[in-house]
């Protein structure tokens, strides 16, 4: 039966497959993770027909080394995708489109030299989409000028914009988005600290673009708890034309994860109770992410300490003891 679900299914799929040639229906995209992707990794997510990507970093200061661990990646994920070398100059032939993303964190005040550090590398590889996450609060024009930065007759890559509310799709999709991550809090890792599941905000974010930006061309991929084929089915069914998946493949053999995360991961069920959404991850490491936004990570004897009262100079002591001593129970493990 040729239902219109069915049939604007086959719409989105046709759509990605446009934009992203070597992709199969659906849509199955590898976040960009710190500390967890490599090209190893997103190279193996595109060769299964999704979409692999990169984790860019957030420092894009002149003389900051993530620079050249970017130019290391993309080189090296060319190489797992049996590619060669990148030539100095790839053309404008879309043939030379990396099939690879990149993931970049834009909250810190080095962001505003993207165009003239990280940019100069992209165009180099001609990845096939740049995903940008977390601008500051105190700097709303960052998404807008990253992305104008990207824009070029020679490459333009299609660009990702992940959000956590309605509004902050509205501006992305005014700023030029081509595809809106609509994350919801169910996911693991760094969220925004207002937001709602993804059962929620996947059709609500498709409506509004549908609705107040019928002459732009954007897809939505759904983030956040998907982790098998059902969640799959069921955001494609909720408006996406495309499904993130992170912590999933955290415990695959090709992350950088590390197997005591992998175990940690695997043997932790009952996700409402055992994992949690708190700065307390963040602050417990002395990180420098806004207030912002927060993380979901499995409960350990730090967030148990927390809960009970304990003042974070004291957890903190505790967390660095037992790091120093090899003892991993207290380790942030974003799930």
């Known amino acids: 039966m040729n239902t219109l679900p069915t049939r604007l299914a086959k719409m989105a799929g046709s759509r990605m497959?446009?934009?992203?040639?070597?992709?199969?229906?659906?849509?199955?995209?590898?976040?960009?993770?710190?500390?967890?992707?490599?090209?190893?990794?997103?190279?193996?997510?595109?060769?299964?027909?999704?979409?692999?990507?990169?984790?860019?970093?957030?420092?894009?200061?002149?003389?900051?080394?993530?620079?050249?661990?970017l130019d290391d990646q993309l080189s090296q994920v060319r190489e797992h995708l049996g590619l060669g070398a990148a030539k100095s100059s790839q053309g404008s032939d879309s043939n030379n489109t990396l099939p690879i993303g990149v993931g970049f964190i834009t909250y810190a005040a080095s962001t505003k030299h993207f165009g003239s550090t990280a940019v100069p590398i992209l165009r180099r590889y001609r990845p096939a989409a740049v995903w940008?996450?977390?601008?500051?609060?105190?700097?709303?024009?960052?998404?807008?000028?990253?992305?104008?930065?990207?824009?070029?007759?020679?490459?333009?890559?299609?660009?990702v914009v992940q959000v956590g509310t309605v509004a902050a799709a509205r501006d992305a999709a005014r700023h030029g988005a081509?595809?809106?991550?609509?994350?919801?809090?169910?996911?693991?890792?760094?969220?925004?600290?207002?937001?709602?599941?993804?059962?929620?905000?996947?059709?609500?974010?498709?409506?509004?673009?549908?609705?107040?930006?019928p002459e732009k061309e954007i897809a939505v991929w759904a983030a956040g708890g998907i982790a098998d084929g059902r969640g799959v089915a069921a955001a494609l069914a909720l408006g996406a034309e495309g499904v993130v998946l992170g912590t999933r493949y955290m415990v695959s053999p090709e992350s950088d994860a590390g197997d005591f995360?992998?175990?940690?991961?695997?043997?932790?069920?009952?996700?409402?109770?055992?994992?949690?959404?708190?700065?307390?991850?963040?602050?417990?490491?002395?990180?420098?992410?806004?207030?912002?936004?927060?993380?979901?990570?499995?409960?350990?004897?730090?967030?148990?300490?927390?809960?009970?009262?304990?003042?974070?100079?004291?957890?903190?002591?505790r967390y660095k003891t037992a790091m120093e001593a090899g003892d991993i129970s207290r380790m942030v493990i974003w799930s």
């Open 17 to 69: 497959k446009s934009w992203f040639p070597t992709t199969s229906y659906p849509l199955i995209v590898g976040a960009p993770m710190a500390t967890v992707t490599n090209p190893k990794l997103a190279a193996e997510v595109t060769k299964a027909g999704g979409l692999g990507f990169l984790q860019g970093g957030r420092d894009f200061a002149p003389e900051s080394p993530v620079l050249k661990e």
């Open 132 to 159: 940008l996450f977390a601008p500051s609060p105190d700097a709303p024009d960052t998404i807008r000028d990253t992305i104008a930065s990207l824009k070029s007759d020679v490459w333009t890559p299609k660009v």
């Open 178 to 213: 081509d595809i809106i991550v609509a994350q919801g809090v169910d996911a693991g890792g760094h969220h925004c600290v207002h937001g709602a599941g993804v059962v929620c905000l996947v059709p609500e974010i498709s409506d509004v673009l549908r609705e107040e930006f």
């Open 261 to 317: 995360k992998r175990k940690a991961l695997l043997s932790t069920s009952d996700g409402g109770t055992n994992t949690v959404k708190s700065h307390l991850h963040d602050r417990i490491q002395n990180s420098t992410w806004p207030d912002f936004y927060e993380g979901r990570a499995i409960v350990t004897p730090t967030y148990e300490d927390h809960a009970a009262g304990v003042p974070l100079d004291e957890n903190t002591r």
